[in-house]
């Protein structure tokens, strides 16, 4: 007799499961290692800057000529544009010239007149004088006819200094420009009546070269001083640039002129003045801009872009790569700004790698992939990454 056993139902179908179970573990594919997170470095290396500063300064003429009316008189002619370039000795307004040549006129009759007496004068003396040797008229007489003749010479040079006046005040009349420049607004009107003690009748100003007044405190001043005539053997000539409102650059470079006699004890500034030149008159009196000029140099220090510096409640962290390719935060200590650039006084050392792209991607001890900063190249996302 032969026995058989079947295994029961339930034993059957546990043994089925697990089997299925099994099969699926083994067809499940191990989860995929994500990609490192790319930043770009930057490997620092000491290099020399230099270091400048900024002032507001204001334009002014190189020279500005008031003009005034010298004689008084009624304004009959307007000979220049306003806003027009003009040289010295060009016509600008003109006086009615009538009363000033009557005047001449009159001088030089006065002068004729009196020479006819002189003439007089000098006959009666070479009359005289034989006679009173003679003694056919007393000396006295003599006397009197050599002084009227003195008195006559003396006339003649007044009356030829009178006559000088008049030309003059008539050639006054003709107001002209004493420097060339740009003449501006006319302050005065055809017949008005204008004097020596009258009102401006217009403005004349070199602008060619042209005048930069701004203030410097008195340590800027003396850290310029020291540096710059050390390394120019005592050659004050600083190259100034010029700054506008919107940014730009004036395309010539100015000069120092000079410094003001004083440092105001009021503000602890000191004036000075330095010179552009103005070929194009694109530079006016009464504008501003930013005078900037190199003030020192820096040697052998670190820098960094200031994209890479981050502040965080007054200290200044940047993010760095270890040789292991791990991110590490480094505190530093910051000097001057110099463009887009920080300079690193502390924190940092020769041959650091300084992280420019991808720094929120990183994070105090995370691993990362770090290529070379290319400038204006954004860092790539890794596969995978969230938007």
């Not at 099994?22 to 067809?27: I, K, P, Y």
């Not at 009615?96 to 009666?124: H, I, N, S, W, Y």
């Not at 007393?138 to 006046?165: C, M, P, R």
């Amino acid at each position: 007799m032969r026995c058989s056993y079947e295994p029961p139902g339930w034993l059957l179908f546990s043994l089925f499961f697990a089997a299925l179970i099994c099969v699926s573990a083994g067809c499940k594919k191990p989860a995929a290692t994500p990609p490192l997170p790319e930043v770009q470095f930057i490997t620092l290396a000491p290099t020399n800057v230099p270091v400048s500063e900024e002032w507001i300064g204001t334009l002014d003429g190189y020279v500005n000529a008031q003009i005034r009316g010298q004689v008084t008189g009624y304004l009959i002619k307007q000979s220049y544009a306003e806003g027009s370039r003009v040289k010295q000795g060009d016509l600008l307004f003109e006086i009615d010239p009538r009363p000033f040549q009557a005047v001449l006129d009159q001088a030089q009759a006065k002068l004729a007149q009196d020479q006819a007496q002189l003439g007089k004068t000098e006959l009666d003396v070479n009359r005289y004088t034989p006679l009173a040797r003679e003694q056919a008229i007393s000396q006295e007489e003599l006397d009197d006819a050599v002084q009227a003749n003195l008195a006559a010479v003396a006339q003649i040079k007044v009356d030829e200094a009178s006559i000088e006046t008049a030309r003059l005040n008539l050639s006054f009349t003709k107001i002209t420009s004493p420097v060339d420049g740009l003449a501006g607004l006319a302050l005065a009107q055809i017949g008005d009546l204008i004097g020596q003690s009258g009102s401006v009748l217009t403005t004349v100003s070199t602008i060619d070269p042209i005048k930069v007044y701004f203030q410097v405190n008195e340590e800027s001043y003396l850290t310029f001083w020291r540096q710059f005539i050390a390394s120019t053997n005592g050659d004050p000539n600083c190259p100034l640039q010029l700054v506008f409102a919107d940014g730009s650059v004036y395309p010539q470079k100015g000069e120092f002129f000079f410094a003001d006699r004083q440092v105001n004890p009021n503000t602890g500034t000191l004036q000075i003045v330095g010179i552009f030149p103005n070929s194009n008159y694109v530079l006016r009196p009464g504008q501003y801009g930013r005078v900037r000029a190199q003030t020192q140099s820096l040697t052998n220090v670190l820098v960094v872009p200031q994209r890479a510096v981050a502040e965080l409640q007054g200290s200044y962290q940047v993010t760095t790569v270890t040789g292991t390719n791990t991110v590490h935060i480094q505190t530093v200590n910051v000097g001057a700004q110099i463009g887009s650039d920080w300079v690193i006084d502390s924190g940092l050392q020769p041959g650091d790698r300084v992280v420019v792209e991808g720094i929120q991607k990183s994070r105090e001890g995370a691993a990362v992939n770090p290529v070379p900063y290319a400038s204006g190249q954004p860092v790539a996302d890794p596969p995978g990454a969230s938007k």
